[in-house]
Nanobody
């Protein structure tokens, strides 16, 4: 069992920055790939970014490339999503999740992730 808690969301003006954190407890967070997803009101949850267990490989949705940076500190059992140059369309609830199963992944499919946090809200005003 892995328990994930997101924090760092809030209200920010367009062009601003936020840093989201995902604190993990339970089993070995450092062994698992981690991803961030977001869900805007009335829309489906969509992939934002993912990082492999070591932090050596990262993946981004085209919509956030060059603006967001995913990272992790396995010693602290915490993952991060640095969000810069925020746009109103980045508004939504942001969720972190982990993949605990071994295998090849697309990284972008919600079904590949086994444990999810409760989310943190991000609102970007224009």
């Amino acid at each position: 069992q892995v328990h994930l808690v997101e924090s760092g969301g809030g209200l920010v003006q367009a062009g601003g920055s936020l840093r989201l954190s995902c604190a993990a407890s339970g089993r070995s967070f450092g062994s698992y790939a981690m991803g961030w997803f977001r869900q805007a009101p009335g829309k489906e949850r969509e992939f934002v970014s993912a990082v492999n267990w070591s932090g050596g490989s990262t993946y981004y949705a085209d919509s956030v490339k060059g603006r967001f940076t995913i990272s992790r500190d396995n010693a602290k059992n915490t993952g991060y999503l640095q969000m810069n140059s925020l746009k109103p369309e980045d508004t939504g609830d942001y969720y972190c999740a982990v993949i605990t199963k071994l295998g090849d992944y697309t990284w972008e499919s919600r079904d590949e992730y086994d444990y999810w946090g409760q989310g943190t809200q991000v609102t970007v005003s224009s």
